[in-house]
């Protein structure tokens, strides 16, 4: 007779489904230490016998697997959790059986037939027998009593035996898995440090910081900004690229086509005579300048970001080098990065269908170990939707294999499958379109996507509301109010966002032309000296909204982001919370930087655990100002011109109005 | 110098959620000969170049594959589709590369320099030569020529060739494809043949089919009933098991524990010493009339469908034959089925953990293919979800591989997950929960899920509104129009529906006890004669219903199903179509039997094509009244004593109101 293909046909138990599962197991899901990863999966069998269903989960460098007995859930859902400690790879499955002990014992629980019971107890006893056969000692010979018991017992006593919690968790413990299936997938998770679920950017010119009597900015001098940026709270201070500047076809001063004697060009266009990826401009110092500045960064608390940008300019010494790296046209040119009938002749990109593209990745890649090695473990990656995604997989994997701690920030500003392909290969984090999200409709639509649609399981949001390439029209005519407003967003709404300064603080906002999203005298083209101590400055601003976010561990995470109505389509309300409560923050924001707005808020008060008909006191942790509200609707108004938005925090410890300051 | 591990670096493109799918993959979807399978993936590649996709697809059997050409939609959608015409298991898959010569092509349609048209023009030059270097013949020579031209044009010239569309076409089918990247799956659709989508099924008790002076019917008098079926319009005729029925234990009438002398028993307590599953019982007739019966449907239009149900009575020769097929218990009696308290000692489950397992599997698998043999091409499976899925999935994928044709129904009234999952592993149609859904919330949330959600893909349902174990309270209390409504709704929402008979036509519908859904006096234990004369029988109305679906293809497929608003809960409608809208279908049906009810239908007139300012008529195919409408409102008033459901046909060319008869 032919035999089956099929190697466990008594595997009755079907486990489906099981999630989180980003594109059926193709790429793993994130998450950093100390956060919890609650599997589900559909699990269920043929019948009405007893299921038993086990999450196992381990580090992937670990040899075996620790257990959690999953719960069962309505509709045939099993769930269970395990927690993350350590950066680095973690491997989950499910595994389940039908148990014919529970079955048996569930069974006997019903059963009302003296002979019935009598014929189970037998049964029950060549049960726990075959158990003890499988294991030792003590577990052996008390699961030899159960047997010799339940054949001597009358129905009463069988039935009770039968229920025994101890003979149960022995039997659970030992449970006959001869027939059990486990999942076909084993599903990832890749644990990066908390830094990669919520951090704090501040992108700086290095070269603008200009010592005294000098015109280009050094290492040396860029450290005495160090206090300033640490005393706005940011952890992590990223730098456009600090290597050598080519020069031919460099840009001048607002992008014009030729700079003139003496313009330092583009920091993107990089590589000189001096040395490419892996030398540091000689105007900013050396490498032991560079090390002492990284260093200096940490002693105030904040990491060091590059920006990596693969490209080159025609000086790069990789085009001498590696001429096959690059494409070259018949005319005996390398194509340089055009888009008809713009031209980038400035730029070489890499030619990534080279037949020499395995060297290539592997000198891509010592990019980054070089800069490990200089202490730096996170880089923010100019452009990488230009790059081959296969390259990335594997470039991150790689990295991450060798330094698990590393942290990737794609800037992508591009279309969403894209930015979401290049998360789910490896990106720490996204850049996102929080910039150009202005209305409540749009912020409140693209910050539930990001917080509760699926995507969230490997999509981790960095919102930046400018960067050097961008000044949004909302930022140009809004003023200060708007400046106070969209960082205080991005602060609140995002457990992880950036301002590029000291242009965001000093509210440099004049575009090159109309219509343009470019910086009129951009950093980018030209250094800038900028008067840090301005009255109007909003650093003091800023340094406050960071000390809300460090002391408040709602702000600290993005999925429990939950918006409320407010009456008023100018007025945007959110909260957000830690998993027990214990930390509420509710963000009430005018998004008309010109007028003063009011209107009604309707909190979901069930989300936020508290009583219908009991007031509480909210908390502004900008203005001190504290409030006392009575039950989900609530009045508010904000006046952009002294504070377009509200960080409360929620007491619900309820006094009386007459222990309020402002009562006294 | 370590190697990646990546053996396709240069493939560039990313092709992801290629689709339909069902879970990622692991299971076919289903078509019938003639649809097509539209095929969605979201493909895009680094950069800016232009990239071809090309739909792969293939009978299993085939050795190469065809290909469609994919078409871009928004947002790196792209789609294609292809049509299926045989019965059986086809393939799938979608392949894309970044294509060098369209984006060459692309950016010289914008290039404005006319030293980079020059140089753009040799390039365009050297691709056309390299293509030309892969063909032969003709089209080399062609190739050769456009390369000529390109070199020696101006760049005015030159541009016009590079639009040029035979050399576009040239260079399309001859692309350079080394970098291709195919999706790593392939996907897989079971094609049934039309009967799996669109059936009417009548299920009988042959042993209802008494010759005068008999006590017992035969498949010689169930001949004689077969015109009468056929003329109510079933194409399905289903037999509950024929096989020799057990005695030990029997039941008697009315499920009675003790069967009295010469009562039949149950026909699924399977197995005597006559013979089991491969066996007829002798009352019946032998396998000469059987295939005669068989032979004889055939002729009126019907098939015979019969009923599988893998369990045995305590009679069955399997006990003996095959002890080890079935649980033993230590007192040396076998296990029969119970669910504590209850006991059914009549009826032996199969072990399917016994270690003789693939022998069981392998002879429950000949039971199918000797009713094949014998004619037989559709199974209607007893309780499938009580038997390990494994099972399922080989037995079907063995028998449908040797005979694609065979369909597959199954009675699975359990938890939802289960049937999704027995529809996944192979079944062709699946009993469905339409019994138990009456109000208008019910039907439209649940007929919804069904047509729209993406279980569409493999789960077909086949409505029923009463079984032999299924009497409804809607029906026990509803009457007459209670039967004419459930029948409608379940000839016009689902394509495949059935009917179990003559019990519905004659509006069978007394319980056994209060509360029960057991018919009083259940053929299930007995066998019963019925008057098929009777005045108030619903032979004609059905059979009205059958002819309609005939005549209407709207109603012979699922997917196109639309609810539209009534300002009345105890009113529905809905509306069914073709693809080019020539056939729609529009059912008003009272959901109360008691009461006429009123309201205004409002219409998605546009998923119609109707015109809002234009009359349109609407011809009741069951009452042959016409109606004229005008608009997306109109208002309907249904009587349930006369006839609770229109089965409105819409006729787009519009007369006026003097054409119609009623006007007359």
Redesign the interface.
Known sequence: ??????T?????V?I??MRPCV???RFPIKRTVGETVAVDA?V?A???DVIRCVLLHRNSAAESWSEVPMRPAP??LWQASFAVEEVGRHLYTVTAW?DRFFTWRH??G????RA?IA?AL??GA?LALETAKRTKGATAARLRQFADALGKADPEQGKAIGADPEFGDLMAQHAERR?AVTHAQVLEVVVDRVRGRYSTWYEMFPRSCVPEGGSHGTFAEAEKRLPYIASMGFDVLYLPPIHPIGTTFRKGRNNALVAKPGEPGSPWAIGAPEGGHKAIHPELGGLTEFRHFVAAAKEHGMEIALDIAFQCAPDHPYVAEHPSWFRW???GTVQYA????K?YQDIYPFD??SDD???L??ELKSIFTYWIAQGVNIFRVDNP???????WE?LIGEVKREHPGTIFLAEAFT????MH?LAKLGYTQSYTYFAWRNTKHELTEYFTELAHSESREYFRPNAWPNTPDILTEFLQYGGRPAAMLRVALAATLAASYGIYGPAYELIENVPRDPGSEEFRDSEKYQVRQWDLGRADSLARYIGRLNEIRRENVALQSDWSLRFHHVDNEAIICYSKSNEDLSNIVLVVANLDPHHTQSGWVTLSLPGLVLDHDKPFQVHDLLSEARYLWHGPRNFVMLDPATSPVHVFRLRRKVRTEHDFDYFL
């Open positions: 007779m032919a035999k089956t293909s099929i466990n046909g008594r595997g009755r079907v489906d489904r594109d059926g197991g559909d269920f043929d019948g009405h509709n045939d039908v069974d006997l019903r059963r009302t037939d019935d014929l037998r049964i060549e027939f046209r018949p005319d055009e888009n008809p009938p031209k990534f269908e593209w395995e060297a990745w592997q939707h230009t790059k081959p995604f296969p390259m594997w279309r969403p499958k894209i392909r």
